[in-house]
């Protein structure tokens, strides 16, 4: 095959990825939802019996492409959620925040644990079932902020709590997903069974605390680094580019040399690099422009792509286990962060909302699912139920959160016309 046939599927992802991501939109859903969509829709190619057009989409040369601008695609958009990633709004919440949180990742990776164990494989063990749960502790609040924005109640007490929380759930989920995959492949799994005490699961924890260790260490000096080029040249395109290797460098030596996911490198690297940096809005900028324009779309679209199959396979057997996991994931958040917020004193209604909030799923969950498949705890056949997820939640949400502000608004339209 030559290289420029690569050129046909990418000009079909990018466009049919856009048209799609425009439709979620307007319907008032993730992007997200529409990329993946795209590549289902691509995938159903497959199925056509024509010898030239099975070889320009699903060749050995292009899947092994696609699945190369996937991980590049994956690696940006964490990248980019680390230097969103506001360490300072957690002041504003306190401890209201970190108990959300807490409950928010507990409440969904129990259940979701506990209805991957009820369904369980004779060849699965405890890492299996808890990567399952751990999948359901994603949060991405881009909807939910989008309608607190479009109520004004984006700086209430509510909006802050969840946009807080938020912050701290992504820091949490993306520490037990490296602790996860760590131990996938320390070989402390005997007989079926797991040793969680057993060296290799040992080591696992030395070399993820020694990552962080590492990690923070040669992050102050980059901010030095950083903190210097500004003053020399702001807004000069070196800076992203730097950012870039240091972003490419992380997950790399991540996952090569501590056995740590390469999206948790990418992550603190953008932690690490954003917040108080003047420049990180220009840096995370070019990341995104750049991420979005091609890598991101590819990303979703080949997950929609490459496992299509799965939504026509579905056994009986997955279907039940597959519905009681969406129930899981939709519950799990609303009762955990909505019990966390009462503790806090919160309104029965307000704990409600943050429940709600704190529900939506959309692209970290889909990163996680990716993750679990490519470490072999998941079974991919779980695809067509976590996109269910994002679905349901994104349609759920603003419908929700909207109708529990409605008799708000009533009485303050009928105080109004009282006076």
């Given at each position: 095959?030559?290289?420029?046939?690569?050129?046909?599927?990418?000009?079909?992802?990018?466009?049919?990825?856009?048209?799609?991501?425009?439709?979620?939109?307007?319907?008032?859903?993730?992007?997200?939802?529409?990329?993946?969509?795209?590549?289902?829709?691509?995938?159903?190619?497959?199925?056509?019996?024509?010898?030239?057009?099975q070889e320009a989409f699903f060749g050995e040369y292009v899947t092994y492409f696609l699945k190369v601008m996937s991980k590049i695609g994956v690696v940006l958009i964490m990248f980019s959620a680390g230097l969103g990633t506001d360490l300072k709004k957690?002041?504003?919440?306190?401890?209201?925040?970190?108990?959300?949180?807490?409950?928010?990742?507990?409440?969904?990776?129990?259940?979701?644990?506990?209805?991957?164990?009820?369904?369980?494989?004779?060849?699965?063990?405890?890492?299996?079932?808890?990567?399952?749960?751990?999948?359901?502790?994603?949060?991405?609040?881009?909807?939910?902020?989008?309608?607190?924005?479009?109520?004004?109640?984006?700086?209430?007490?509510?909006?802050?709590?969840?946009?807080?929380?938020?912050?701290?759930?992504?820091?949490?989920?993306?520490?037990?997903?490296?602790?996860?995959?760590?131990?996938?492949?320390?070989?402390?799994?005997?007989?079926?069974?797991?040793?969680?005490?057993?060296?290799?699961?040992?080591?696992?924890?030395?070399?993820?605390?020694?990552?962080?260790?590492?990690?923070?260490?040669?992050?102050?000096?980059?901010?030095?680094?950083?903190?210097?080029?500004?003053?020399?040249?702001?807004?000069?395109?070196?800076?992203?580019?730097?950012?870039?290797?240091?972003?490419?460098?992380?997950?790399?030596?991540?996952?090569?040399?501590?056995?740590?996911?390469?999206?948790?490198?990418?992550?603190?690297?953008?932690?690490?690099?954003?917040?108080?940096?003047?420049?990180?809005?220009?840096?995370?900028?070019?990341?995104?422009?750049?991420?979005?324009?091609?890598?991101?779309?590819?990303?979703?679209?080949?997950?929609?792509?490459?496992?299509?199959?799965?939504?026509?396979?579905?056994?009986?057997?997955?279907?039940?286990?597959?519905?009681?996991?969406?129930?899981?994931?939709?519950?799990?958040?609303?009762?955990?962060?909505?019990?966390?917020?009462?503790?806090?004193?919160?309104?029965?209604?307000?704990?409600?909302?943050?429940?709600?909030?704190?529900?939506?799923?959309?692209?970290?969950?889909?990163?996680?699912?990716?993750?679990?498949?490519?470490?072999?705890?998941?079974?991919?056949?779980?695809?067509?139920?976590?996109?269910?997820?994002?679905?349901?939640?994104?349609?759920?949400?603003?419908?929700?959160?909207?109708?529990?502000?409605?008799?708000?608004?009533?009485?303050?339209?009928?105080?109004?016309?009282?006076?």
């Amino acid at each position: 095959m030559e290289a420029f046939e690569i050129l046909l599927p990418l000009a079909v992802i990018l466009l049919l990825s856009k048209l799609m991501g425009l439709g979620a939109h307007k319907c008032g859903m993730p992007a997200v939802l529409g990329m993946l969509v795209a590549g289902i829709l691509i995938g159903l190619l497959q199925y056509i019996p024509w010898a030239p057009l099975q070889e320009a989409f699903f060749g050995e040369y292009v899947t092994y492409f696609l699945k190369v601008m996937s991980k590049i695609g994956v690696v940006l958009i964490m990248f980019s959620a680390g230097l969103g990633t506001d360490l300072k709004k957690l002041k504003q919440t306190g401890v209201a925040s970190i108990v959300i949180t807490s409950l928010g990742v507990i409440v969904p990776m129990g259940l979701g644990t506990l209805v991957a164990f009820l369904f369980r494989q004779p060849n699965e063990n405890a890492l299996n079932w808890l990567f399952y749960g751990a999948i359901l502790t994603a949060t991405s609040v881009s909807v939910t902020v989008a309608v607190l924005k479009e109520l004004g109640k984006l700086d209430s007490k509510v909006g802050t709590s969840i946009v807080a929380a938020a912050v701290i759930d992504d820091v949490i989920g993306i520490v037990i997903l490296s602790v996860l995959t760590g131990f996938s492949g320390s070989g402390g799994s005997e007989g079926g069974g797991w040793n969680w005490f057993s060296p290799g699961a040992g080591l696992v924890v030395i070399k993820i605390v020694l990552f962080f260790i590492a990690a923070i260490a040669v992050g102050v000096g980059l901010r030095k680094l950083f903190d210097l080029m500004e003053r020399k040249a702001p807004h000069n395109r070196r800076v992203p580019i730097i950012s870039l290797a240091a972003c490419f460098l992380y997950a790399y030596v991540a996952e090569k040399i501590f056995g740590v996911a390469d999206i948790t490198g990418a992550y603190i690297a953008g932690i690490l690099l954003g917040g108080t940096l003047s420049e990180t809005p220009y840096v995370e900028s070019k990341v995104d422009e750049m991420g979005y324009l091609i890598f991101s779309p590819i990303f979703f679209a080949f997950i929609g792509m490459s496992n299509i199959e799965y939504f026509a396979s579905i056994s009986l057997r997955f279907l039940g286990f597959g519905l009681v996991f969406v129930a899981a994931g939709l519950l799990g958040k609303l009762l955990g962060c909505g019990l966390g917020a009462k503790m806090c004193k919160f309104s029965f209604r307000d704990s409600f909302r943050v429940g709600i909030g704190m529900m939506v799923r959309a692209e970290v969950v889909l990163i996680c699912t990716e993750k679990g498949v490519a470490s072999g705890l998941v079974d991919p056949a779980i695809y067509p139920f976590v996109i269910v997820i994002i679905l349901l939640s994104s349609i759920l949400t603003p419908i929700l959160m909207k109708r529990s502000y409605r008799k708000e608004e009533q009485q303050l339209m009928s105080g109004g016309a009282s006076v």
